[in-house]
């Protein structure tokens, strides 16, 4: 979707991943295949482009600090990092003064058992790095003492870090993008539904009052200032039944929950990312629609000839070869006529 919106402005891409014919790859102009970390590959890389970005928050951070020794890479080293690292990520939005969950670095099952006493018999118990779409996860609801014996192994022994069960009420995200200028534009809050881990719908506008919206607004704005940022940035929340907002995590990158910009605004997240890391103007973050995004997981693929049929629909398929369960093969946006 980013090389779709290079072409769109007249740029050339070249796409590094280590899977050949990938998804990217079918609509850039070039691909290397190789790891991410393969110094020759990065190297070339360098050679061939005036700017690089990822839209992969795990790509390793020596990579990016590799590459930035040659060539402009956005988002800046200091996001990518932030982002990778859950305790990280939390301690950095709560300095600079957004509420987060209660969290504390795990390191075994007795400091679980310390921590789910700690934030009242309830928590989720994460990976710190690598995890996506609802892996690397476990859900302790209002457990008695004892019992966890094994969890921390079952996550795979790597750091990971609980945090308190936030009752919420609903979940929104917000998308929003930095100039090399330090201009900023902001779209819309989207509401999303998660299922299973996964992100399952985002509906625009969210059904949160005008103080919600805007405090998210603020929320986006001091983060990218904070980070010196450049390109667009994703940021979660949860919204609890008095509207205030707590951060979950926050992607240094085009956003699945703000996929409804390709058919809802004049600039979609992705013009405007490549916009910013270009240092071209920013584009306008209005939304001419209100709409409902909804990813296609495995077998919703079938749906496609059905949505095909339908007014005011709009399909994007990624070109993936074979559907799993799970996998995220497209999205369409149902955008709602206005008058
Ligand atoms: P994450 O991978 O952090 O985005 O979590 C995936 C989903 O799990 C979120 O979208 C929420 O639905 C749920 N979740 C994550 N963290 C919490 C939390 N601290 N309290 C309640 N629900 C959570």
Redesign the pocket.
């Known amino acids: 979707m980013l090389a779709m919106a290079a072409a769109r402005l007249g740029y050339q891409t070249v796409v590094l991943e280590p899977q050949a014919d990938c998804p990217a790859a079918q609509v850039a102009n070039r691909q290397i295949v190789a790891a991410y970390d393969d110094p020759a590959a990065l190297d070339e890389l360098a050679r061939s482009c005036a700017v690089v970005t990822y839209e992969f928050e795990n790509v390793p951070v020596a990579a990016a600090g590799h590459l930035a020794q040659s060539v402009a890479v956005y988002p800046p080293a200091r996001a990518l990092e932030v982002a990778q690292d859950?305790l990280a990520e939390k301690s950095f939005l709560n300095d600079i003064g957004i509420a987060?969950?209660q969290?504390l670095p795990i390191e075994n099952d007795s400091e679980l058992a310390a921590g789910l006493q700690a934030f009242g018999g309830s928590?989720?118990l994460?990976t710190r790095r690598m995890?996506?779409?609802?892996?690397?996860?476990r859900?302790f609801r209002n457990v008695a003492s004892g019992g966890f014996d094994g969890a921390c192994a079952s996550l795979g022994n790597v750091p990971l870090i609980l945090?308190?069960?936030?009752?919420?009420e609903r979940?929104m995200s917000v998308i929003a993008a930095r100039g090399t200028d330090g201009s900023l534009a902001v779209y819309d809050p989207a509401e999303?539904v998660?299922r299973s881990?996964i992100?399952h719908s985002s509906t625009v506008p969210a059904a949160i009052s005008a103080l919600t919206a805007d405090a998210a607004r603020k929320a986006a704005r001091k983060i990218l200032s904070a980070l010196d940022y450049v390109g667009v940035i994703g940021i979660?929340f949860?919204v609890l039944p008095d509207g205030a907002l707590?951060a979950?995590?926050m992607a240094p990158r085009v956003h699945n929950s703000g996929h409804w910009t390709e058919a809802a605004c004049v600039v979609s997240q992705f013009e405007q990312h490549i916009r910013a890391v270009a240092g071209l103007s920013l584009g306008d973050a209005n939304r001419h629609s209100d709409c409902v995004m909804e990813n296609l997981i495995g077998d919703d693929i079938a749906r496609v000839p059905a949505l095909l049929a339908e007014p005011d629909v709009a399909v994007h398929l990624y070109g993936k070869a074979e559907a799993r369960p799970g996998r995220k093969m497209g999205h369409f946006t149902r955008i709602a006529r206005r008058g």
């Open positions: 859950r987060t969950a969290f928590g989720i994460k995890g996506y779409d609802g892996k690397g996860q859900v945090e308190s069960f936030v009752e919420f979940e999303n998660h881990g992100l979660e949860f707590i979950n995590e």
